[in-house]
Structures are given as structure tokens and as C-alpha cells.
């Protein structure tokens, strides 16, 4: 029997709000359009909602009987302002860094929740043969300086090696970020995923946070950039990180290459991945 377009379509709202509950998260009917797997406008997502009996639009977000709603979801949205906001001072300095070509905040605070102690996950978009200088320079200012703490760089990546699996975790979680600098960077790194536009039709860049150019670096970030030392340094910066990296790895999501550190050693995607299979089979 063939299945008509509306039941195609509440399958791909259910599924969505499965995706979402896996992170207790609430979305807004502009963000639940930007995770559809199937072309749609807001208009007809609208009309579905108050069509199908266990869907609903409360407050612009939409929900649904099958799943519980987060009491604390409002707490979580302020934390990620919160958080996002004490680390600008640090996102300045990395913003006003010329070998950087791409800043973004990923994770749950770009998502628009985060959790008491939670940090700020950052993606950092270097020129090549950079990525572990600037990675050196994004971890000292997160020691050094007031709210710097909350900073993760646990993506540090050259312009020339901006591949991603493709997923719908990978799609979502490259769709949810904000942009912060783009010299080429984060606009060459959907040029390399245009897979992603596949995955989410509907999905669009979000508009970029601006920032104020802060250049307070440490006295040693002059010796990174003279000719020749330099490139010396990040050579050696690279070789012993990876080495260290890769001993105390116990995730098959990271990874560490002199053009690209993935620290992703909590093994993230797998579990949500794996989570989010049952989810769908619950719902199927």
C-alpha cells in the first residue's frame, strides 16, 4: 500500500523529536524544520502538528505525548547563554588570531542548552600547518584567563582536511553550529560536506555571533610566528601530542593527525548513535 505524503511526513517529525529527547531538548518549530530528513515548509509543518492528535505546538516549540518534557529546559538555555558569554573574551583573542580561518561553537551550547559544568565545545579552522600551535594557544588562554575554563577545543582542524563521515549525527551536529570567524574556513567546510544537504534539505547556516578583536596573546605565540622556528615547533608540537594523544586514546572516534585533532574521547557519537537506533526502532 502506498503511503501518502502526510504520513511520510509524521514519520519524519516523530523521528525528529526521538532524536531530540535524547537530549532532553525542546525545539522550536524554525529548529525542528532545520532537522527534517524530507523537504518541507514551515507552513505545512505547522498544519501537519495540528493535525496529527499526539502533536503539538506550545510556546513556538513543538512536542509530543510520546515523550516526557524536561522541567529544567528553560534552566538549560540560560546556562548556555551563560556560559557562552563568560567565554568571549577567550573566542576575541582566537577570533582576532590570523592563522585561524574558522571559529564555531558545536556541541550542546550551539544546540541552545548546556548543563551545570558543561562547557563550550569550539571548532577552530586553522591554515595549514597551524593546528597544533593554535591548539596550544586555545588551551593556554582556557588556563589563563576569567571564564576560559569552559572552553573544549576539541576540534582543531586545517582548511585542507575539513572531511566529515557522513551521518545524520554528523549532519545535525555540522548544522547546529555557530559561526563565530569565517575566512574561508567554515564556508570551505560545507563546501567539502555538501552531503549534508542531502541529509537536511531544509537546514541553513546559522548567522554568525560577532566579536571584538582582542589580541592579548602570551609572549610566546611571537616565537610561533617567526619563518622556519615556527614550523619547527608545531612539527615537534604535532609529533609528542600525537604520540601522547594516541597512547591515552580509548575512543575509536578520535582522531590525530598533524592536520587534524578530534578529541572525541567520551565516544559521543557512538552512544548517541546507538541510542538513537533503538529510538527509531521504538517508534517504527
Not at 600547518?129 to 576569567?146: K, N, P
Not at 551521518?167 to 555538501?194: C, H, W
Amino acid at each position: 500500500m502506498e503511503i501518502s505524503p502526510n504520513h511520510r511526513l509524521i514519520e519524519a517529525l516523530d523521528e525528529v523529536l526521538a532524536w531530540s529527547n535524547l537530549f532532553e531538548h525542546h525545539m522550536s518549530v524554525e529548529q525542528f524544520l532545520q532537522n527534517l530528513q524530507v523537504k518541507c515548509s514551515v507552513e505545512a509543518l505547522v498544519e501537519i502538528v495540528e493535525q496529527t492528535p499526539h502533536l503539538s505546538i506550545e510556546d513556538g516549540m513543538v512536542f509530543s505525548k510520546k515523550y516526557p518534557r524536561n522541567p529544567s529546559f528553560e534552566q538549560f538555555q540560560k546556562l548556555a547563554e551563560t556560559h557562552l558569554e563568560q567565554t568571549k573574551e577567550v573566542l576575541s583573542i582566537l577570533h582576532s588570531c590570523k592563522q585561524v580561518k574558522g571559529l564555531a561553537v558545536t556541541g550542546s551550547v550551539a544546540a541552545g542548552m548546556n548543563k551545570q559544568g558543561g562547557d563550550v565545545d569550539v571548532l577552530i579552522i586553522t591554515k595549514p600547518g597551524w593546528v597544533w600551535r593554535t591548539r596550544a594557544l586555545a588551551i593556554y588562554l582556557s588556563h589563563v584567563h576569567q571564564g576560559g575554563e569552559l572552553l573544549c577545543p576539541n576540534m582543531v582542524m586545517s582548511v585542507d582536511s575539513l572531511e566529515f563521515e557522513q551521518s545524520v549525527y554528523g549532519a545535525r551536529e555540522m548544522m547546529q553550529i555557530i559561526p563565530l570567524k569565517d575566512e574561508n574556513g567554515i564556508s570551505e567546510m560545507f563546501n567539502k560536506n555538501t552531503w549534508v544537504n542531502e541529509v537536511l534539505p531544509n537546514a541553513r547556516v546559522k548567522p554568525s555571533i560577532p566579536l571584538p578583536s582582542k589580541k592579548k596573546y602570551p609572549w610566546w605565540w611571537r616565537v610561533m610566528n617567526i619563518p622556519i622556528l615556527g614550523s619547527i615547533i608545531e612539527s615537534w608540537e604535532a609529533k609528542r601530542r600525537i604520540k601522547e594523544l594516541k597512547n591515552s586514546s580509548k575512543s575509536d572516534e578520535a582522531i590525530y593527525t598533524k592536520s587534524v585533532c578530534r578529541g572525541h574521547e567520551n565516544a559521543h557519537k557512538n552512544r548517541i548513535e546507538s541510542e538513537y537506533k533503538i529510538a527509531l526502532e521504538a517508534i517504527s
